[in-house]
């Protein structure tokens, strides 16, 4: 049997996430005989339903003092360092771990690698996104911790360039974890479809929206994000109203993130047509995204993982990029034509060119979504090398 010890973002509510987690999980478990996998994670009970692992807890709070507090003060270190003096092998990932927008995190995560280093444990950066990293201190600390892992895996050109830019050696690029899930089978699609309210003869225009609709990648004060949230979601919701108009189609704003539904909620009632809106209760297991995915004609995506898991079911997409992974992930699904920057979402340029891309999907639906089915399988064994790596490194 092999202790595997992952920690990342898991139990905070995110679909993406879980999907990553769910994907790892599946994979390792295809190439390691016996596997013993315990999460770090924010919700126990959750985490443990959800991948069938064992859960070990720590808080993701916001706030330095309030981090610090719970996990070093309440004791959560102290299981964590437990957890990995027993584990065989430590792996970070996936997702946007590697990124300084939050001043703390970086650090603390970097913090429970260099740990396990001085356990003597086998370390592996498992096909991670990475970026923006912009402080000399965090450079650093990506350098020297990374370069003595045993195996760095990224999923992406950018975030290759990013670690090497911050001297990593030896980075390997991959795809995205989430590629490792086995798209569910109709009888379990067909479950979650009743559970939903869908029924068998819906179809319908898909969207997930990043709840703040301005670039992630960028710092602003509270009022500047709070005036710009209020007019991008007249202008999202202006365009949904010409795209259910024109098509005579009905919308599913599908939340992946917990807080996104409220913004979801605000853009359906600011449209004229709202009752042609529905609007998606949360649901935790990212089964519900592929479910309410497998009746959408096309999906106007800015989540990532929703633009992923779309890719899996070959549904045709619309992307809005509202960060730097959103557009290299464009990129490498080849639909970089499509891409439009979320920080220009009110212009005329841009309702004119979301209505163009639309337009060219729609009318193109079965090329496009022949096209995700390809680059789904392309990305799916690409993924798939990050648990053989890490087999071939167990032994």
Not at 180 to 199: F, H
Not at 237 to 256: C, K, N, W, Y
Not at 336 to 350: A, Q
Request: charged share 25%; net charge negative; with cysteine.
């Amino acid at each position: 049997m092999t202790n595997v010890l992952i920690a990342g973002y898991y139990g905070l509510g995110n679909i993406g996430d879980e999907a990553i987690l769910a994907g790892m999980v599946t994979s390792l478990r295809k190439y390691i005989d016996d596997p013993h996998v315990s999460v770090i994670t924010n919700n126990l009970e959750e985490t443990r339903t959800l991948h069938n692992v064992r859960p070990v807890r720590q808080s993701f709070k916001k706030g330095v003092l309030r981090f610090i507090g719970r996990t070093i003060l309440e004791g959560e270190l102290a299981a964590i360092q437990r957890e990995i003096r027993n584990c065989d092998i430590f792996i970070l990932g996936g997702g946007s771990l590697l990124q300084d927008l939050r001043v703390y995190y970086l650090p603390a995560l970097l913090s429970l690698v260099r740990l396990a280093q001085r356990y003597g444990k086998k370390t592996v950066i498992y096909g991670i996104g990475a970026g923006p990293i912009d402080t000399h201190l965090d450079r650093k600390l990506c350098s020297s911790i990374l370069n003595e892992a045993d195996l760095v895996t990224v999923r992406d050109s950018m975030s290759k360039e990013v670690l090497e830019r911050c001297g990593v050696r030896d980075v390997i690029r991959t795809a995205d974890p989430a590629f490792g899930i086995e798209v569910p089978d109709p009888t379990v699609i067909g479950t979650y479809l009743t559970s939903l309210n869908i029924t068998n003869g819906d179809r319908y225009i898909a969207s997930t929206a990043y709840n703040w609709l301005h670039d992630s990648d960028l710092s602003r004060n509270a009022v500047e994000a709070a005036q710009d949230l209020r007019d991008r979601r007249e202008s999202l919701a202006g365009i949904f109203e010409s795209i259910v108009r024109e098509h005579d189609q009905r919308m599913l704003l599908v939340p992946t993130v917990k807080v996104d539904r409220e913004g979801y909620a605000a853009i359906r009632d600011l449209m004229p047509s709202s009752e042609k809106a529905d609007v998606l209760e949360y649901n935790p297991h990212f089964t519900a995204v592929f479910a309410a995915l497998s009746r959408a004609d096309v999906l106007v995506g800015m989540r990532l993982h929703s633009l992923i898991l779309a890719t899996m079911m070959g549904v045709p997409v619309v992307p809005i990029s509202y960060c730097g992974k959103v557009k290299s992930y464009l990129e490498l699904v080849g639909l970089e034509g499509f891409y439009l920057d979320v920080e220009d979402l009110g212009t005329e340029t841009f309702a004119g060119q979301f209505c163009k891309n639309f337009e060219t999907v729609w009318e193109n639906r079965a090329l496009y979504a022949a096209k995700q089915r390809q680059a789904a399988e392309v990305l799916r064994e690409r993924t798939l090398l990050n648990a053989r790596l890490v087999a071939e490194l167990i032994g």
